[in-house]
């Protein structure tokens, strides 16, 4: 690190205790704070000198991605760096799995590479589990199917954080193809425990009345509970994991929930439009609400490397030989 700056690195919290992060469902309100608050340590200890830091020095985080990803696959490559590790960067498409290897047998043999950690996407719900009963490496869950995303969640959260100072008593809208997202139900799970009301809108083929049952509120409306609404994410349609086109036409899509320059007229003056991307311009979202001053979107991408720097030395900082 450059001489003369002073760089406070956090200490290794006392109360944290996981080997994994697998999914919000299972963290407590508390645990949620603790990798918010690291997140933003390792933010402006790295912001100060714009230099690795040295807390992984030492450890291996491998990259296990069966799933396409711009974000969270760079974003994870990025934050293992910053931290001081080295990665390895897996493609299934080039891989034994291409030659009938199974997916536990190839995990395995990645972690018999001296590998601390390694981070999976895969489009199979409870991927991440099988691999955190197999391994003895620690696992983190980079989306397993339409299940869930914690970072994407967190980062999200951390994002609504820095701009409102607290999340408790936020309206915040979760707007698009809420049946398939795992960032819609890391956000609830997170969101719910930090005390926001969250509301999920978007067509009824893709929002249902049993999403009640976790405690947020459904809406089919965008226009009507638009006004209420402290911070909206506007969530991808993934036309990839539906069997049948859930509406008539994207067009009919965009008239209903896009979020446009005559609705942000209709919305709270300080009100926060967020997406995880990649977003669709035209169809979720215009060029001028994007582009816009209420956007935060690109802010999420760089909180993406903080939260990941920070879950990254949670489940590692503790192992022998690293320093925490």
């Avoid at 506007?234 to 069997?243: D, H, K, P, V």
Wanted: some cysteine; glycine content about 6%; proline content about 5%.
């Amino acid at each position: 690190m450059s001489d003369g700056v002073d760089v406070r690195l956090p200490d290794f919290p006392a109360n944290w205790q996981h080997r994994h992060l697998l999914d919000l469902e299972r963290l407590s309100a508390e645990e949620i704070t603790v990798l918010l608050d690291v997140a933003e340590q390792l933010q402006a200890a790295f912001a100060s000198t714009r230099e690795k830091l040295t807390l992984l020095k030492g450890c291996t985080i491998a990259n296990l991605f069966f799933e396409n990803s711009t974000r969270t696959r760079n974003s994870f490559s990025l934050a293992a760096k910053r931290l001081g590790a080295d990665t390895i960067e897996f493609s299934s498409g080039s891989s034994s799995v291409a030659k009938g290897e199974t997916f536990i047998d190839t995990a395995k043999t990645i972690e018999a590479m001296d590998v601390d950690a390694v981070v999976v996407r895969h489009s199979a719900p409870g991927t991440p589990h099988l691999l955190a009963r197999h391994l003895n490496c620690s696992v983190l869950n980079a989306g397993d199917g339409p299940h869930e995303h914690p970072t994407q969640g967190l980062l999200d959260i951390l994002t609504i954080r820095q701009h409102r100072g607290d999340v408790r008593g936020l309206t915040v809208a979760l707007v698009g193809d809420i049946a398939h997202s795992r960032t819609a139900r890391s956000n609830i799970w997170g969101l719910k425990k930090l005390g926001a009301h969250v509301i999920v809108c978007g067509p009824a083929t893709l929002v249902s009345r049993q999403w009640e049952k976790f405690g947020v509120e459904v809406a089919y409306n965008l226009d009507q509970i638009l006004p209420r609404c402290d911070v909206l994410n506007l969530l991808r349609i993934q036309f990839e994991r539906q069997a049948t086109r859930p509406f008539p036409s994207v067009h009919e899509y965009a008239l209903l929930y896009a979020m446009t320059a005559e609705r942000m007229r209709r919305s709270r003056p300080q009100i926060l439009i967020m997406a995880p991307g990649p977003i669709n311009r035209g169809v979720e979202i215009t060029p001028e609400v994007a582009d816009g001053p209420h956007s935060v979107i690109l802010q999420q991408v760089n909180n993406g490397i903080a939260i990941r720097m920070a879950a990254l030395w949670l489940l590692v900082g503790r192992r022998p030989g690293v320093s925490a």
